[in-house]
T-cell receptor
Framework: NAGVTQTPKFQVLKTGQSMTLQCAQD?????MSWYRQDPGMGLRLIHY???????DQGEVPNGYNVSRSTTEDFPLRLLSAAPSQTSVYFC?????????????FGPGTRLTVL | EDKVVQSPLSLVVHEGDTVTLNCSYE??????LLWYKQEKKAPTFLFML????IEKKSGRLSSILDKKELFSILNITATQTGDSAIYLC???????????FGKGTKLSVKP
């Protein structure tokens, strides 16, 4: 099992550019989520999905879109990158929501917006 | 507003010391309290606590939850340099069971 994979590992964007962060899991987990981690801020939930075709907003959703067309994949789209979106992004998956069982995290994507 | 507060934010100890990390929470529809360890990469799961007063233990690490006072502690005995990491506490709840993370405690263990 590869677990949770994320691509790319690093990315530099210019303000206004768009891009998609990829996330995939091979554990047949229903629940997937995206977090961002800023220095001294812990993890903040951006968007989450409880199953294919179902997505919802987390704590900090502005400027991001998600979709969940399959159980395995949960891409995160930055529509028009801003310097405030410079962060490390983690994708996570679990059988159910994080309150009920262990979440497995991907290795992260470090994004810099100039 | 839901929140999770960890203290201290950073801590420096020497090998062999015992440390206690604190976590207080205010989470709507609280279901569980989770601890994760983050070294240089992604967080990894340590404990999930749902019942008050029952200690969870794994080797030198242990944790307990007090649902009346809304806090949890993570104890690490006989610390080793490999325990150096950020320890994240998260409260699980809300309408969908999502996690609210604290800012983390950065633990540095010196030889």
């Amino acid at each position: 099992n590869a677990g949770v994979t994320q691509t790319p590992k690093f990315q530099v964007l210019k303000t206004g550019q768009s891009m998609t962060l990829q996330c995939a899991q091979d554990m047949n987990h229903e629940y997937m989520s995206w977090y961002r981690q800023d220095p001294g801020m812990g993890l903040r939930l951006i968007h989450y999905s409880v199953g294919a075709g179902i997505t919802d907003q987390g704590e900090v959703p502005n400027g991001y879109n998600v979709s969940r067309s399959t159980t395995e994949d949960f891409p995160l789209r930055l529509l028009s990158a801003a310097p405030s979106q410079t962060s490390v992004y983690f994708c996570a998956s679990s059988y159910q929501a994080g309150a009920y069982n262990e979440q497995f995290f991907g290795p992260g994507t470090r994004l810099t917006v100039l | 507003e839901d929140k999770v507060v960890q203290s201290p934010l950073s801590l420096v100890v020497h090998e062999g010391d015992t440390v206690t990390l604190n976590c207080s929470y205010e989470v709507t529809n609280f279901r569980s309290l989770l601890w994760y360890k983050q070294e240089k990469k992604a967080p990894t799961f340590l404990f999930m606590l749902t019942s008050s007063g029952i200690e969870k233990k794994s080797g030198r690490l242990s944790s307990i939850l007090d649902k009346k006072e809304l806090f949890s502690i993570l104890n690490i005995t006989a610390t080793q340099t490999g325990d150096s990491a950020i320890y994240l506490c998260a409260g699980g709840g809300g309408s969908q069971g999502n996690l609210i993370f604290g800012k983390g405690t950065k633990l540095s263990v010196k030889p």
